[in-house]
């Protein structure tokens, strides 16, 4: 029997600290057999009462200050994520997979999702009238999609909003 674990996938800074304060929002009602796995480009440890399984930790999909390394970061990260996906199917009964972004966010969602696997997503509190990119792509492939800003309600039609974490 495969042991039962959600995904969870975030970014350096705002990212993670939103993955931070909703693991904590859910930490009461998530069964103490259920792990977590998580996809990030944040070195720094996700501090939550809710046991990580394991973590894979990728390069950024996007380099701010060069083009040419975002060009060459993309191969090694949808290689290394493709893989790692694959593996982690095979090994875990992955119940869910919940982003609130950047880049990384995408492949691992839309691999999950192509495995029949519920995916969640949410905007960066951060936006207040523009999507972002990240936004655009897991708004289309997510099962339930979350704003945390009322305004953004105009441009994601069908998302809902919950507050701010």
């Given amino acids: 029997m495969k042991h039962k674990v959600i995904c969870v996938s975030y970014g350096k800074g705002g ?26 480009d944040s070195e720094h440890e996700l501090n939550t009462s809710i046991k990580i399984q394991s973590s894979f930790l990728y390069p950024e999909a996007r380099d701010k200050y060069s083009s040419w390394r975002t060009l060459s970061n993309i191969p090694k990260l949808f290689f290394y994520q493709i893989r790692d996906v694959i593996l982690i199917n095979r090994k875990y009964n992955v119940v869910g997979y919940v982003a609130t972004g950047p880049g990384v966010s995408i492949l691992p969602a839309l691999l999950f999702k192509l495995m029949k696997v519920k995916v969640i997503g949410f905007e960066s509190w951060s936006r207040f009238y523009q999507k972002s990119y990240t936004g655009k792509i897991l708004y289309l492939i997510s099962d339930m999609f979350f704003v945390q800003n009322k305004s953004l309600l105009r441009v994601y039609k069908n998302a809902a909003y919950k507050g701010r974490l």
Avoid at 17 to 37: C, G, N, V
């Fill in 15 to 40: 990212h993670q600290e939103q993955m931070k304060r909703l693991l904590t929002l859910l930490s009461a009602s998530i069964p103490d057999d259920i792990k977590l796995i998580v996809f990030t």
